[in-house]
């Protein structure tokens, strides 16, 4: 009893040992299409024998099975691995051209026996990675600073964003670059589309050498043969003062753009938002003028940016212009024939009337609306006009007062008049009298065209 107890003792110590450095579960990777070495070893104690060694595979696209077999002192392959595994002795074998999708747990299975003892099976497996290098339209790197910003929808501010690319293929496991900063931090991409990494630049951007690179330690990039450009990656060289003025012009544009809109909305929101988007634009015109001031030689950008605000300031100005008038007679016109003049001004929004002529000159297209009017103060007298725009009558009106009833009159009319045309009361018969206290003469501007 305590014999036979020793010697299982003494056979299990003595049994199959692992002598190479493969421990279980180990990773190794390898690049597609060179050879998987497992150089799995081992001794033996002196009376035990091999029945056989298995070599089995467990792929990560779901396959396994045998790879090959060693009995009776020949090594067999399965069909499938029929030329491509070879045996280098002991557990040791050799696959060539390997495959990515044949990544997976590779094990090798020795049974032994001897004479008075039973089959014993040991086992080692480890994880093998087959990776793939990356692959790029022409062979390299290329990053550039894309011309316009965009807006971060986090944020909700305007960013300059570089392209880095064009991958073709990732490679495996896929490898996404890495951006180094001026300051020699690492960023992340902000986003990755077929190929493509972009980066936002931190707000406020640096300027500054910006460069793209595949990480060094990925398994794939490490699959790149010694001398290829990808390895290089790219710079691309950030100016300071134009990044600036892309930032600026995203914003303009969105100032402009978010005027359009509020534009066509109802006309009390309109004057509001004409203020807000003067004091945006006037914000935007003193950060330029520093921006300016750092630079001088951005001379054409500073140019075509100045162009751009004049011509908002421009519409901004139009479009705030009121035009409204409200006129009297400094005294009365006995005996008149032609064209009533001059007129007291009391209100002149937009300067149209003019009160030494009579004459209203539109200053923006758009739909007006007129009224002249007067009464008599005494006994037979008349009142006779007309509300002429461009010597066309659109209006009239005639009163008479007989004995003490006074008479009043009074033109309207609604006209759409374009830039220039002129409007003006006329008296069509001299034996008229227009007191001076009752004749007044009023328009406004009820819609502009042009907003
Ligand atoms: C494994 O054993 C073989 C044959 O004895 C030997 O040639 C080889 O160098 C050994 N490999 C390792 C990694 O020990
Ligand atoms: C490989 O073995 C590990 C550890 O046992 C296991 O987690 C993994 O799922 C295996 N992979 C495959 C492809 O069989
Ligand atoms: C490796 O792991 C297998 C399964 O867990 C185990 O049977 C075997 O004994 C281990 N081999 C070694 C050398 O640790
Ligand atoms: C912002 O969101 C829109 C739609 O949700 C998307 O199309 C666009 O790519 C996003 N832009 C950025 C810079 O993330
Ligand atoms: C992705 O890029 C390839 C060229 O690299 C192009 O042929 C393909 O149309 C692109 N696909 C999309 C969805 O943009
Ligand atoms: C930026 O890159 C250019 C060429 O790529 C190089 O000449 C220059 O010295 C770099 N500047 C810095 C600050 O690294
Ligand atoms: C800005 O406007 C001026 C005058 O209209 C013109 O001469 C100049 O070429 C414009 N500049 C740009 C960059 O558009
Ligand atoms: C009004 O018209 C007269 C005569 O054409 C002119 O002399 C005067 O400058 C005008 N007044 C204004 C305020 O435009
Ligand atoms: C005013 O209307 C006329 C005639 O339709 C047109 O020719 C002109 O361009 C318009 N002016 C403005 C400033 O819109």
């Known amino acids: 009893m305590i014999w036979v107890l020793l010697t299982t003792l003494l056979s299990l110590t003595t049994a199959l040992q692992w002598t190479d450095s493969l421990t279980n579960n180990t990773v190794m990777t390898v690049c597609s299409a060179s050879d998987i070495h497992l150089p799995w070893n081992f001794t033996l104690s002196p009376d035990e024998r091999i029945e056989d060694i298995k070599w089995i595979y467990w792929a990560e696209d779901g396959s396994e099975g045998l790879i090959a077999i060693f009995a009776a002192n020949f090594f067999n392959p399965v069909p499938a691995f029929s030329g491509r595994a070879q045996w280098t002795g002991q557990g040791g074998i050799v696959v060539s051209q390997a495959a990515v999708a044949e990544s997976g747990n590779y094990t090798v299975m020795v049974s032994t026996g001897d004479a008075t003892h039973p089959l014993v099976t040991f086992s080692k497996t480890i994880y093998v990675h087959v990776a793939d290098p990356p692959t790029a339209q022409s062979g390299e790197l290329h990053v550039l600073q894309e011309p316009d910003a965009v807006l971060d929808n986090e944020t909700r501010q305007w960013r300059v964003e570089l392209t880095c690319g064009v991958l073709t293929s990732p490679g495996h496991p896929a490898v996404h670059v890495v951006w180094t900063t001026p300051a020699g931090h690492t960023l992340q991409s902000s986003s990755e589309h077929n190929g493509t990494f972009r980066l936002l630049l931190p707000n406020p951007p640096s300027g500054g050498n910006y460069t793209c690179t595949l990480p060094t330690l990925s398994p794939a990039t490490r699959c790149l043969p ?25 914003r303009q544009r969105e100032t402009e753009a978010r005027l359009e809109v509020k534009l066509r909305e109802s006309e009390s929101k309109q004057q509001h938002m004409l203020t807000l988007m003067s004091t945006e634009n006037a914000r ?8 300016k001031n750092e630079n001088n030689q951005q001379n054409s950008y500073i140019s075509a940016f100045q162009n751009t ?12 212009t009121r035009v409204s008038f409200h006129a009297r007679l400094p005294s009365t016109l006995d005996n008149f024939h032609g064209r009533l003049h001059p007129f007291n001004i009391i209100t002149n929004e937009g300067d149209a009337l003019n009160g030494t002529t009579g004459i209203f000159t539109t200053p923006r297209n758009g ?14 007298t008349l009142v006779f006009m007309y509300l002429m725009k461009e010597g066309t009558r659109v209006a009239f009106a ?16 609604t006209l759409h008049l374009t830039v220039g045309e002129r409007v003006w009361v006329e008296s069509a018969y ?22």
Request: glycine share 4%; proline share 1%.
């Open 226 to 250: 010694p001398l290829s450009l990808l390895l290089e990656g790219a710079t691309v060289i950030v100016d300071q003062v134009k990044v600036s003025f892309t930032l600026l012009e995203a």
């Open 284 to 291: 935007l015109q003193a950060e330029l003028d520093s921006v």
């Open 309 to 320: 605000t004049e011509s908002l300031k421009a519409r901004l100005d139009a479009a705030s």
């Open 367 to 380: 739909t007006y609306f007129f009224v002249a009017s007067s009464s008599s103060d005494s006994a037979d």
């Open 398 to 413: 005639y009163a008479r007062q007989y004995s003490s009833y006074t008479a009043a009159a009074t033109c309207h009319a």
């Open 430 to 451: 001299s034996n008229t009298y227009y007191y001076y206290e009752s004749t007044s003469f009023t328009g406004f501007l009820l819609g502009a065209d042009d907003w």
